[in-house]
């Protein structure tokens, strides 16, 4: 292999992934899409050709790309959907920048805005009054708000009682349909994935994808994909689909994109009490107004009849009670249909009782965690764990020290677009375990923070074996694929905001450099 590489780095903090402590002082060189060697020294003329680029990324940390393992590329075209009016003060200027948004539109195309500041008061049938012949929607800022018209409820089968992302799914059916608009938008979604280091991504649509998969089969033999894709679907309008499941296996098997099975929401969010918890809420009032339970025993059924074709399942599973109960049915899945490497998912777990940890090891489930999830909570003061659990059960939340210990294979999602993958912001949160504002003092749970090298472990080998592609992704050593990040800075020495400042300078993704800073 001598004189071949077409590209070679230079770093004295070459992190191999091999392990959570390896760090290189050397250099790796890469021939068209591989990895062909990873030494120590200097030594690398001797892999130097007439066409080789050499960068020297002394004092910057080398390690293999990063996966994101819970996105919603639907979300994240969602939220950027039709006009920004986040700049307009009162109900006159909306109507004046939405009157001046409808001379771009094609005729039979709906009136979209995204970004109404809470404050900014409008009246409630303004829409219906101003564009009567066209569907128009406002979402708030918060996204959990809106204002629309009747012909948009006709077209999208919701109202502003049902502002979610689950329950839009007939806006994100014809957003995707049109293919053209999807195709600019997915562009635009993978550059801003390789700006944070992203080479790998699980990609979660909504029932069928509503026609997405074709524009991303066509990004895929056009060769314009900048990450790989996993692709696994959510049942909002419906149960899970064998049938599409096993059509879109054969569709999708490739380098860039193959389908993975399915992701399930079992219980909701343990703050706005639709989590499925063992303790009580504080407010048990609300609880039982809110609280809806799930059905296990429909969800039992829907998860072997998909482990037993051979797909595997991620369960959306917050509360304690909710992983208990996953963990149940996937080892029902092993009972009835036989022992097989599944690599069967829990997700969030913000929740974990510590009589269940070692199941999640002896079942072989994998756990992935909103490593970043901190950042939704800037004052640590405001988080609600603190209101809702004793001290002795807040010692169960984000417990990343016990799992890893316990064997289990841990990773990482951001729910995007709930937040953008930062990896040196979930170094600092996993490790110095301290929330936006610096606080508490010594770390929350310090007991259960992680390494540096641990928190990368998961954003690289950890994230590609969940996803069955640790032989040839996660590590930097020789024959692995040559998705790469550069960060600016040496992150296993920095804290607290020199730690979060620290940024992605460049990234690789199949021998080619997508990003640069």
Not at 24 to 45: N, T
Not at 92 to 113: F, G, H, R, S
Not at 257 to 286: A, H, T
Request: glycine fraction near 8%; aromatic fraction near 10%.
């Amino acid at each position: 292999m001598e004189g071949h590489a077409s590209l070679i780095i230079r770093s004295d903090l070459i992190f191999t992934g091999r392990t959570k402590d390896e760090i290189i002082d050397g250099f790796l060189a890469v021939d068209g899409s591989r990895i062909c060697c990873v030494e120590e020294g200097l030594d690398f003329k001797k892999y130097t050709g007439e066409h080789t680029k050499v960068l020297d990324m002394t004092g910057k940390v080398v390690t293999p790309g990063f996966v994101d393992n819970h996105v919603f590329f639907m979300g994240y075209m969602w939220e950027r959907v039709g006009l920004d009016v986040s700049h307009v003060g009162n109900e006159q200027e909306l109507l004046n920048a939405l009157k001046e948004y409808e001379v771009l539109l094609k005729i039979d195309a709906p009136m979209l805005a995204h970004g109404l500041s809470e404050d900014t008061e409008i009246s409630k049938d303004i829409l219906e009054e101003v564009f009567p012949d066209r569907a128009a929607v406002v979402f708030r800022e918060s996204r959990e708000e809106c204002c629309m018209n009747q012909k948009a409820r006709e077209r999208f089968g919701f109202d502003e009682d049902s502002c979610y992302a689950e329950s839009c799914y007939r806006m994100f059916r014809e957003l995707a349909g049109d293919q053209e608009y999807a195709k600019e938008q997915y562009m635009n979604f993978q550059k801003m994935l390789a700006r944070q280091g992203v080479t790998s991504i699980k990609e979660i649509g909504f029932d069928d994808y509503y026609g997405f998969t074709d524009v991303l089969k066509e990004l895929e033999e056009e060769g314009s994909l900048q990450h790989r894709v996993n692709l696994v679907s959510q049942p909002v309008g419906k149960g899970v689909d064998l049938e599409y499941g096993q059509a879109m296996k054969e569709k999708f098997g490739g380098d860039f994109v193959k389908f993975m099975g399915y992701n399930i929401m079992v219980d909701g969010d343990i703050e706005s009490y639709g989590g499925d918890i063992l303790d009580r809420y504080p407010d048990e009032e609300r609880a039982a107004e809110d609280f809806e339970e799930p059905d296990y025993k429909g969800l039992e059924q829907a998860v072997l009849e998909a482990d037993k074709k051979g797909f595997r399942c991620a369960l959306h599973a917050e509360g304690d009670k909710a992983v208990r109960k996953v963990i149940d049915i996937f080892e029902k899945c092993r009972e009835e249909n036989g022992v097989r490497d599944a690599r069967h998912v829990i997700i969030d777990m913000e929740l974990i009782d510590r009589e269940d940890i070692g199941r999640l090891k002896s079942n072989g489930i994998t756990a992935i965690n909103y490593v970043q999830i901190m950042n939704c909570y800037p004052q640590y003061e405001n988080y609600y764990g603190l209101k809702y659990f004793s001290e002795e059960r807040q010692k169960t939340i984000w417990p990343y020290r016990s799992l890893l210990d316990s064997g289990v294979t841990l990773c990482w999602g951001t729910d995007l677009p709930l937040d953008v993958p930062d990896i040196p912001m979930s170094v600092c949160f996993a490790s110095e375990r301290r929330f936006p504002d610096g606080e508490p003092e010594g770390g929350y749970n310090a007991q259960e923070a992680i390494t540096p090298g641990e928190v990368l472990a998961g954003w690289t080998y950890n994230g590609q074996k969940a996803n069955f592609d640790e032989d040839r992704l996660g590590t930097l050593e020789k024959g692995k694929l040559a998705d790469i990040a550069v960060l600016n800075r040496n992150i296993f020495k920095e804290h607290g905001d020199r730690l979060k400042e620290t940024k992605v300078c460049m990234t690789i993704c199949d021998g080619k450099i997508v990003y640069q800073e």
